[in-house]
């Protein structure tokens, strides 16, 4: 399952560099699939949806810092567990138990973003 930050977040910075899908994004702040990935163009989300890949999205909070389900991977592939979890003083990086997936289906996630 993807990991969400819930809303005891203190916006630190700790987890944001740590991520290595640029899934982490600053209160208030746009997101596109392309960040810091290889999509790029119309492409199919894993939800199915036909996107730009470069279009912005609107922020997911606007008070604390957001990861984007479609590009968290838990870290699968890169580490042994979360890195942003790893990091947070707060330990509010937390599984979200809306967005449940296999370790293969993390993995192919992680392809995905990635080109591989």
Same mark, same amino acid.
């Given at each position: 399952m993807a990991i969400i930050i819930t809303d005891e977040c203190i916006n630190c910075?700790?987890?944001i560099s740590e991520c290595p899908n640029n899934a982490i994004y600053e209160p208030d702040q746009e997101w596109s699939y392309a960040d810091e990935t290889a999509l790029s163009g119309m492409i199919n989300t894993?939800?199915?949806?036909?996107?730009?890949?470069?279009? %912005?999205?609107?922020?997911? !909070? *606007? $008070?604390?810092?957001?990861?984007v389900p479609d590009k968290c991977?838990?870290?699968?592939?890169?580490?042994?567990e979360p890195q942003c979890a790893s990091v947070c003083p707060v330990d509010c990086c937390v599984p979200? %138990?809306?967005?449940?997936? !296999? *370790? $293969?289906q993390l993995l192919g996630k992680k392809a995905w973003l990635h080109g591989e």
């Amino acid at each position: 399952m993807a990991i969400i930050i819930t809303d005891e977040c203190i916006n630190c910075d700790a987890c944001i560099s740590e991520c290595p899908n640029n899934a982490i994004y600053e209160p208030d702040q746009e997101w596109s699939y392309a960040d810091e990935t290889a999509l790029s163009g119309m492409i199919n989300t894993p939800g199915g949806q036909e996107v730009d890949a470069d279009a %912005e999205n609107e922020p997911i !909070s *606007d $008070e604390f810092y957001y990861i984007v389900p479609d590009k968290c991977t838990e870290c699968k592939g890169f580490h042994d567990e979360p890195q942003c979890a790893s990091v947070c003083p707060v330990d509010c990086c937390v599984p979200d %138990e809306e967005h449940v997936e !296999s *370790d $293969e289906q993390l993995l192919g996630k992680k392809a995905w973003l990635h080109g591989e």
